[in-house]
């Protein structure tokens, strides 16, 4: 990805502000400015790369953690089968009744202290910088502590098919222990669908720290990501209704354009793996 490849550049230059030059305030796409700048002249492209750089980060690290927790939670579930997998799965209903932003607003709220004393005082980051790496910690242990509810019931449902086939039978004949049992026998059989919903839930993800980004509570300015920068953007739109506004519509279209191309993408991919490891799949 671009964004990876570029953050040398992107890191030193994505809060270069130029508000003493007006020419740079606002200034339209350009040869030079091949996204147009912000209102403090800050360069849109490099703040539009490490903002991707940040919401994939976030995205790709909220699913692992996400699939992490979902495949043993189900796994175990269905492997225990009976009370533990009843009771297991009704906590799961309870969360799933909740509302996914008071989950993950109650989550951040529970790690922000603590990791912002990892980050800080033991760590020795300076105030600034541990402000921005919790913020970015915080946010991507709570969507990935949160967003494993689906992967749990995928993977459940797997293992109570596979603990009725005869090869499971027989290792339980030989007294294996269930972390064996898992390890040889059950997480071969599941790295398909493992793999499958682990593509699927990065692009979920992306889109979760984008709007809790737009919503304010996700990553903190000046660091870029492509939620907070379309929410800088959507001040633009009151200037579509009121010809006596500037319409600055880069601020909007840039950082959008590439968020949905990349979820595109993500989606994409997805789906060619889910017919890659299900070929009993019907063509579209």
């Known amino acids: 990805m671009p964004c990876f490849l570029t953050l040398p550049w992107s890191l030193?230059?994505?809060?270069?502000?130029?508000?003493?030059?007006?020419?740079?305030?606002?200034?339209?796409?350009?040869?030079?400015e091949p996204m147009g700048t912000d209102g403090l002249g800050r360069s849109l492209l490099w703040r539009s790369l490490l903002g991707g750089a940040i919401s994939l980060t976030i995205g790709i690290s909220a699913a692992l953690i996400a699939v992490l927790i979902g495949v043993t939670w189900g796994a175990a579930s269905g492997y225990a089968g009976?009370?533990?997998?009843?009771?297991?799965?009704?906590?799961v209903d309870v969360l799933y009744g909740l509302p996914y932003i008071l989950l993950v607003v109650m989550v951040s709220i529970a790690l922000q202290p603590a990791i912002e004393h990892l980050t800080g005082p033991i760590l020795?980051?300076?105030?600034?910088?541990?402000?921005?790496?919790?913020?970015?910690?915080?946010?991507l242990l709570a969507i990935g502590g949160v967003s494993w509810l689906t992967m749990s019931r995928v993977i459940r449902g797997q293992v109570l098919s596979l603990r009725s086939q005869p090869f499971i039978e027989a290792t339980k004949a030989v007294g294996m222990g269930p972390v064996r049992v898992f390890r040889l026998h059950l997480l071969p059989n599941l790295i398909g669908v493992i793999v499958v919903y682990a593509t699927l839930a990065v692009p979920l993800a992306i889109l979760q720290e984008s709007f809790l980004s737009f919503l304010g509570i996700g990553v903190r300015l000046p660091l870029p990501s492509w939620g907070n920068l379309?929410?800088?953007?959507?001040?633009?739109?009151?200037?579509?209704?009121s010809p006596d506004l500037p319409m600055r519509w880069w601020l909007l279209v840039f950082p959008c354009t590439l968020l949905g191309l990349t979820l595109m993408a993500l989606n994409f991919l997805g789906d060619a793996l889910r017919d890659r490891f299900n070929p009993k799949?019907?063509?579209r």
Not at 124 to 139: H, K, Q, R
Not at 232 to 237: I, P
């Open 124 to 139: 020795g980051f300076s105030e600034t910088v541990a402000g921005n790496v919790s913020g970015i910690l915080t946010l």
């Open 12 to 32: 030193s230059r994505y809060d270069d502000q130029r508000s003493d030059q007006v020419e740079m305030i606002h200034a339209a796409p350009s040869w030079s």
């Open 281 to 283: 799949r019907s063509p």
């Open 230 to 241: 379309a929410s800088t953007g959507v001040k633009e739109l009151p200037a579509l209704t």
């Open 82 to 91: 009976g009370k533990t997998d009843a009771t297991m799965m009704r906590a």
